[in-house]
């Protein structure tokens, strides 16, 4: 048994998770796809469970490689980032016929009563999600008011991409998720301009 295989089973499972859910993905929809023997899913994993985990895992993991590096590719102003961010989300519903969004959003709404170690892994994705935002409102300095609390805008932030992608697959339309981005970026605009007039006062 190596680590190739456990990593395979891995990003199978986080494909099929993203794709059908977790619940309607079964043990022999990993092993069927995967093309790993059930005894080297069952070396690494004693149930679907534990699979998750290692799902979840992954994703805490690989936010900066996967999910912010290829969105602030060429974006260097730290406002911009934010909003590049939320679309890549965008793009992954065009693509889809937005059928898929955020992963981790999906499992979190699925997951009705999620184990505490589950529960835990889903909060520290969106604690770090958050924390990548926070960081960008942190970059952005005196171009934001000041005595903004820049957490609360970051948690604000994941809430209107989680809330935006529910409501696109819901109606199977992206202009629901433009709509919530755009009030978005309005909001952010007015803190924009009151950072300038406080600047200009002072």
Request: hydrophobic letters at 40%; glycine letters at 6%.
């Amino acid at each position: 048994m190596n680590a190739d295989t456990r990593t395979r089973i891995v990003m199978t499972a986080m494909e099929l998770f993203w794709e059908k859910g977790f619940q309607s993905t079964s043990i022999a929809d990993i092993l069927s796809r995967s093309q790993v023997h059930s005894g080297s899913l069952y070396h690494f994993f004693p149930g679907k469970q534990d699979v998750l985990a290692a799902v979840l895992e992954a994703y805490r993991d690989g936010i900066e490689e996967w999910l912010l590096k290829p969105a602030w590719s060429g974006v260097d102003d730290p406002v911009e980032r934010v909003f590049a961010l939320l679309d890549g989300y965008r793009i992954q519903l065009v693509t889809t016929d937005c059928t898929y969004g955020c992963p981790i959003g999906s499992l979190a709404l699925e997951l009705h009563e999620p184990d505490p170690n589950i529960r835990e892994l889903l909060s520290i994705n969106f604690a770090n999600w958050t924390t990548a935002i926070e960081r960008c409102l942190d970059d952005a300095g005196d171009r934001l008011p000041r005595g903004l609390d820049r957490r609360r805008l970051a948690e604000f932030t994941l809430t209107v991409m989680e809330g935006a992608i529910m409501q696109a697959r819901t109606y199977r339309d992206i202009a629901s998720f433009d709509r919530n981005v755009a009030v978005l970026r309005e909001h952010f605009e007015m803190l924009l301009e009151t950072a300038r007039q406080e600047k200009e006062s002072a």
